[in-house]
């Protein structure tokens, strides 16, 4: 039996990583962190936003319909935080994008690869612990353990080598589809 059309739920099968730079996208931005952070995993009451926003970049993860980005479904942000060495905060996915997998890894690998272009020689962020193993296979390693907001994190740097400067400000993320059987 068919499901039917009209009650499937949309799938996209392309994003655009990319930083944000139009209105809708930084609301996006804001109100995505808002839903993981405030609502999802209660880590902030009301808004996670903080001094870092004044100075820090935006990149957010889309995904498209037709093409066109239409809706944020990841963010990320970057900051220079002194001369040469960077760091990435806010890391969130919707939850149903984070079935995918890699979109999580994209916006890393779009924030570092950004703040390498900038001029970073090192790249630092602080990440939940549940996390830890997801950084570590995208070339990240622990330089110690730190509580923040109450939960336990670590501190861990990108190993630049693997990350090189782009200079791109939006890169695509395609979904892989499953292969049709072929009837003879």
Known sequence: MTEDVE???FIP???VVRLARTPWEKAGFYALRREVFCTE???FSGDDRDEI?????PVIAACCVAGMPDR???AVRIHEAETG???GSRLAVQAEHRKLGRIGAELIRMAVSTAHSLGATRFLAQVQEQNVLFFRRLYWKSLG?????GLPHRDMQADLTRYPPHGLD???LLRPQPRNRQVA
């Open 53 to 57: 926003d004044d100075v820090a970049i």
């Open 85 to 87: 060495v960077w760091r």
């Open 72 to 74: 944020v479904v990841g």
């Open 145 to 149: 353990e730190v509580i923040l907001h």
């Open 170 to 172: 939006q890169t695509w």
């Open 13 to 15: 099968v392309e994003y």
């Open 41 to 43: 995993q209660h880590i």
């Open 7 to 9: 009650n499937r739920p």
